[in-house]
């Protein structure tokens, strides 16, 4: 484990997080019985983070929690996550979707105003 020294977490968040790991069997020994959480910038076809999803299930990990920047969503992807065994889809309101719970338009509007 590493620590993070620019995170600030809240109440109940851990301090600590781990690197990314090259195999969902190293990821699953690390992790223990934590919640894995998926990370995705861009989610269109949702392969990677389906696929990721899948691994670490397979592997033995507790249901993982996707989060996603654009939730672009082509097709059924947010149902395909669910079959893959996700525990929940987090994702930002950049594009309108039923898995937005994180708002950006304040951080945006303070940037903008800073530059103006």
């Not at 983070?49 to 097709?75: K, N, Y």
């Not at 079959?83 to 994702?91: F, M, R, Y």
């Amino acid at each position: 484990m590493r620590q993070n020294s620019r995170f600030n977490p809240g109440e109940g968040v851990t301090q600590q997080y781990f690197a990314p790991v090259s195999s969902p069997e190293r990821a699953v020994d690390l992790l223990g019985d934590h919640t894995p959480v998926v990370i995705d910038d861009i989610v269109s076809t949702g392969r990677t983070m389906v696929e990721a999803t899948r691994q670490l299930r397979a592997a033995g990990s507790a249901p993982p929690m996707c989060v996603a920047i654009h939730a672009v969503f082509a097709d059924a992807v947010h149902e395909e996550l669910v079959a893959a065994g996700a525990t929940g889809i987090v994702t930002c309101d950049t594009i309108l979707h039923a898995s937005n719970r994180i708002c950006v338009a304040d951080s945006l509007a303070h940037a903008v105003r800073q530059r103006l």
